[in-house]
């Protein structure tokens, strides 16, 4: 199931996606929508409306958003880094958190703003000190995710908060999608139409159930909450003006376009 989260004439609801987005075009789209929140049993309530008339938002507001870094091989090493013995984590505020076709402000305090192309794993019930073999059972689903990243502040500060938590610096969606094998996926990054990122998430050095074992083991999720599991190679800038396309196989496309900071 693909469970969007979206606002028309002022309310906001989840809705269960249905339709075909195989041809990218989402026009045939329409919205069923749910009876409560898809952290917990709910309906369908058979009342639809189609998605080009609703806003898509963030698929989820996390409390927080617990990222990796050098998560791929490849990208570490054209950044000059070596793979981290143990995973590199980081946050991201809620307050960087955007959704589909919302601006990306262009910060005014860095000259060199990249993308990264992630996948997602949406929480869909409190935990810690997973087990392995438990992992599957507390995630949702998998949405697509930008790691928005001011390079040149996060090589110059020895902490990333400002470089990868500005407002606006974590896209996510366009919805979540529960019923996916993550372990092999196509996830790609487009800049102008220009392909930017090509990998697959086989190539990650962790898995997921690594990651989410690894996490727990010191701190509590909640539902809602967002793990981003590092990018491919082939980051780049970013510029005022470009539309910026994350894409990922049996997910969809998240798109934003970056705009000057007001």
Not at 166 to 172: G, N, W
Not at 192 to 210: A, F, K, P, Y
């Amino acid at each position: 199931m693909r469970i969007a989260r979206f606002s028309i004439d002022g309310n906001v609801a989840f809705g269960a996606v249905e339709g075909s987005t195989a041809s990218g075009d989402q026009s045939d789209l329409v919205l069923d929508i749910i009876k409560g929140i898809p952290f917990a049993d709910f309906e369908l309530s058979g009342t639809k409306v189609p998605v080009g008339k609703v806003r898509l938002l963030p698929p989820v507001l996390p409390n927080k958003v617990v990222a990796i870094g050098r998560n791929y091989a490849e990208h570490a090493a054209e950044l000059g880094n070596e793979v981290p013995d143990v995973p590199i984590t980081f946050f991201k505020p809620s307050t960087s958190v955007v959704g589909p076709g919302d601006p990306i402000a262009y910060p005014s305090f860095s000259q060199e703003v990249h993308h990264e192309a992630e996948l997602a794993v949406v929480i869909g019930r409190m935990c810690r000190e997973v087990p392995r073999d438990r992992v599957k059972d507390v995630i949702l689903g998998y949405t697509c995710a930008n790691d928005v990243t001011a390079r040149d502040v996060q090589q110059r500060e020895k902490q990333w908060a400002r470089a990868k938590g500005f407002d606006s610096a974590c896209p996510l969606g366009p919805w979540i999608e529960t019923d996916l094998d993550p372990a092999d996926l196509a996830i790609e990054c487009t800049v102008n139409g220009e392909l930017r990122q090509s990998g697959r998430t086989s190539q990650m050095v962790r898995s997921i159930e690594d990651l989410i074992v690894h996490i727990t083991e010191a701190m509590t999720l909640l539902p809602g909450d967002v793990v981003l599991t590092g990018t491919p190679a082939g980051v780049g800038p970013l510029n005022v003006g470009d539309e910026v396309a994350v894409t990922i196989e049996g997910i969809g496309t998240l798109a934003n376009k970056v705009i000057k900071r007001g």
